[in-house]
């Protein structure tokens, strides 16, 4: 009898050292702005906003482009030796370019086995549409001149390119039948197919649609309201977190901070200063109104419903707390704090009452 009781006295030890455990593993709200806002910020108009509704609408189109990504593992691409270059056309080309005047061609300005769509071809203007009409096999010369903004180099001068067409290449559809949905993608008709596809755009493009209604009327109200003054403490925190993520970067490819700036953003160290001080300032301001928003609609999470939330992206994830730290180098708090994660989360709860007051626009 006593060595029963020992025992479950022993079990009850151990569950609740694990309960308190698994309690210490929780989350916490985190503490911000938590103090009287209405010294820094005049909340602007929340009830009423009007906004435009977002179409959302599933056609045929959507469908027939969602199957041609999903296929596309399936797509085999033929070489065409022969026929003219169209619009519409994808080919393979060489080519090597020099600017009028040289000589020689440039290494940066040359390439060889390039695949180029010619409707959307990434190339500088007037390129790919000087190929249209040449014929696979042909080599000739083309005229173009670099956008003024091109680069401090060759903006604005002109330059001449050799470009030959190796081939044009056609894309290949698979046959959609029953038989290869049913084999590659477990259902059993076409149609069944296009159905399932049809319900997950609609739900996508619904979520879309709402999260773009949702900033609309953020936005207003992000706009009719003023600041007063800026907290100092977080305005220095955000000028901070951004000076020490370009100081990383810096150090990371192994330069001088101001090195960097000059020669990856184009400011002197002074001139950065002006832009990290206008981010901090409408990031603060942002968080000045979604946190007056949460006071006024009396909106507070609890630490329950926030440690629910992150298990819930975990969850969604398929990995738990202890999974995420060892694969991320850090715990899903860490990582939340990094990436504001409670601010996305207080802005859901708060827009979702924020838009039961607002009116669509007819």
């Given at each position: 009898m006593n060595k029963k009781r020992s025992k479950v006295t022993v079990l009850v030890a151990i569950l609740c050292v694990v309960s308190l455990l698994a309690g210490c593993a929780k989350s916490k709200v985190p503490k911000r702005y938590d103090y009287d806002l209405s010294k820094y910020i005049t909340l602007g108009q929340y009830e009423g906003v009007t906004y435009d509704p977002v179409p959302h609408e599933v056609t045929d189109e959507d469908i027939d482009n969602e199957i041609y990504d999903r296929i596309y593992y399936y797509i085999e691409t033929e070489e065409i030796k022969e026929g003219k270059v169209e619009a519409d056309s994808f080919v393979n080309i060489d080519y090597a370019g020099k600017l009028v005047g040289e000589t020689e061609p440039r290494?940066?300005?040359?390439?060889?086995?390039?695949?180029?769509?010619?409707?959307?071809?990434?190339?500088?203007?007037?390129?790919?549409?000087?190929?249209?009409?040449?014929?696979?096999?042909?080599?000739?010369?083309?005229?173009?001149?670099?956008?003024?903004?091109?680069?401090?180099?060759?903006?604005?001068?002109?330059?001449?390119?050799?470009?030959?067409?190796?081939?044009?290449?056609?894309?290949n559809l698979p046959e959609l039948t029953d038989e290869f949905i049913k084999e590659n993608y477990g259902y059993d008709t076409l149609d069944d197919f296009k159905a399932a596809i049809r319900e997950e755009l609609a739900e996508t493009k619904e979520q879309d649609a709402i999260s773009q209604e949702q900033e609309q009327v953020f936005s207003k109200i992000l706009e009719s309201s003023e600041v007063i003054e800026y907290p100092e403490k977080e305005l220095e925190e955000k000028k901070n977190q951004m000076k020490e993520t370009y100081q990383e970067y810096a150090e990371m490819y192994g330069m001088d901070y101001g090195d960097f700036l000059e020669m990856f953003i184009g400011y002197t160290e002074e001139q950065f200063d002006e832009e990290i001080t206008a981010y901090a300032e409408n990031t603060v301001k942002q968080e000045l109104v979604l946190y007056s928003l949460a006071k006024a609609l009396g909106i507070k999470v609890s630490n329950k419903e926030y440690s629910d939330f992150l298990d819930g992206l975990l969850e969604d994830a398929g990995l738990d707390r202890e999974v995420f730290e060892e694969e991320y180098g850090m715990t899903i708090d860490e990582y939340a704090e990094d990436y504001n994660l409670y601010e996305s989360y207080l802005y859901e709860l708060i827009m979702d009452k924020v838009m039961e007051k607002s009116v669509a626009n007819e």
């Open positions: 290494d940066t300005m040359t390439a060889e086995d390039q695949d180029i769509d010619i409707a959307d071809s990434g190339m500088i203007p007037g390129f790919a549409e000087a190929i249209i009409g040449h014929e696979v096999g042909e080599t000739f010369d083309i005229h173009v001149t670099f956008p003024e903004d091109y680069n401090e180099e060759l903006g604005g001068k002109e330059a001449v390119f050799t470009i030959t067409v190796n081939y044009l290449t056609k894309e």
